[in-house]
């Protein structure tokens, strides 16, 4: 079997990354641009979070109705449609900047629509990188994914706030112009984006059940489902009680950022070196490490036990992104997709909820010590459980039956 070329090499994969390259760069850039319009305007911090919940709101909202319509209709053109919108959404409020006329309602209709876009968008988008990518590659193709969306996350926003410093209409022209670059990159695009089917006429509730039951029945996907962290907030508050300034936080944040970036570029090495139930395996039992500050507690020990989680953070991702991506069938992929966001989405902000309460009611050493029980419950769970153990690799699955 002729081994396929690397993922440089393939057109189809280069055009696709690199259009979410500058649309991921030109929303980040907005997410700060957003609030500083709203403060500059309305001088109202609330109402600079208004507009940053109306912006995030959709996923929660639309996830799973988006992986039923990803299912059902073409995806190209789904991803095309949501781009377009997105340009209609930001083009109206560069056209409001222009004539002085915006308002904080327009600002937050706006985010909104933009960020409703994003969600159709996005869950579209891992059905076309399974059509471009073959399936022994999606491991590296979904860690080329976690590279990009950490690079931006370190540049995007400040290249935002650079811009809107030079003129308070500069981050939404940059955005526009990033998601018309995705356009021309999707129409360049030779590879369906989905394989023939045939139309279901099931309702909606159905087929988004057919999701849920699909994914609760691979075990090693529904083990892997089930994750949170608070371990950053915790680092925060600690990190303010040991008289750090928020400049020297920030530099510490950008840190954790700097370590997933490196880990996401090593990720393939990783995932090629170990198995999947060791990749798991590695990542729930450097959580634990977090114990050193029980014992050490000092804020720089919580720093150097949190940045190999960091590090190696997008290795487990790619490992289990590329993994679901590849046993999904494809008339399944919106949804079972939507449902594992879903699920992550519903269970992230346990991590930092139990964290404030924690800190609230306690010491950091105590709240760490907590976190560091759970960890290792988790960490003994994953390395016990059958369904991790009998996990196959991508390569047995890209073998011919």
């Known amino acids: ?80 449609t949501a781009d377009g919108a997105r340009i209609a959404a930001i083009g109206s409020l560069v056209a409001a900047l222009a004539v002085d006329r915006v308002t904080f309602v327009h600002i937050t209709i706006v985010a909104f629509v933009e960020g409703t876009a994003f969600v159709f968008f996005n869950i579209a ?15 590296d193709a979904a860690a080329a994914e976690q590279a990009r969306f950490a690079t931006v996350t370190l540049v995007g926003p400040s290249a935002g ?9 500069l981050p939404f022209v940059a955005d526009l112009a990033s998601y018309a670059f995705s356009i021309v990159s999707l129409l360049l695009i030779r590879t369906p984006f989905q394989e023939t089917r045939i139309a279901d006429t099931a309702s909606m509730r159905a087929q988004i059940a057919e999701g849920f039951r699909w994914l609760w029945g691979q075990p090693f996907l529904r083990t892997c ?22 400049g020297g936080i920030g530099v510490c944040i950008a840190l954790f950022g700097a370590s997933a970036l490196a880990g996401s570029f090593v990720a393939p090495f990783i995932n090629r070196t170990l198995s ?10 450097l959580n634990v490490a977090i114990v050193a500050f029980v014992l050490v507690p000092n804020v720089y020990v919580l720093l ?31 949804r079972v997709s939507s449902v594992a966001r879903n699920i992550a ?55 011919p039956a």
């Open 225 to 246: 489902a089930i994750m949170f962290a608070g371990i950053f907030l915790t680092f925060i508050v600690t990190a303010k009680r040991h008289g750090i300034s928020s």
């Open 276 to 285: 999947m139930r060791g990749v798991v395996v590695v990542n729930l039992w």
């Open 1 to 80: 079997m002729t081994a396929p070329p690397p993922l440089w090499r393939n057109r189809d994969f280069v055009l696709l990354q690199s259009g979410q390259l500058f649309s991921t760069a030109g929303t980040q850039a907005t997410q700060i641009a957003y609030p500083l319009l709203v403060l500059a305007l309305t001088h109202s911090p609330s109402r600079a979070g208004v507009v940053g919940f109306a912006s995030v709101v959709p996923y929660a909202l639309f996830a799973l109705f988006a992986g039923v319509a990803v299912d059902r209709w073409n995806r190209r053109m789904l991803m095309l």
């Open 125 to 139: 988008e891992v059905g076309a990188l399974r059509s471009v990518v073959p399936t022994a590659q999606l491991p």
């Open 345 to 399: 989405l519903l269970a992230q902000p346990l991590g930092p909820l139990a964290a404030g309460f924690l800190l609230g009611a306690t010491s950091p050493r105590l709240t760490v010590l907590a976190f560091t029980i759970v960890s290792a419950g988790l960490a003994l769970w994953g390395t016990l459980s059958p369904s991790i153990r009998r996990a196959p690799s991508l390569t047995e699955l890209a073998e």
């Open 161 to 169: 706030g650079a811009l809107f410093g030079l003129g308070r209409a």
């Open 304 to 334: 150097a036990a949190t940045v190999p989680v960091a590090f190696f953070i997008p290795a487990g991702n790619a490992a289990i992104i590329g993994y679901r991506t590849a046993v999904t069938p494809d008339r399944l992929i919106g």
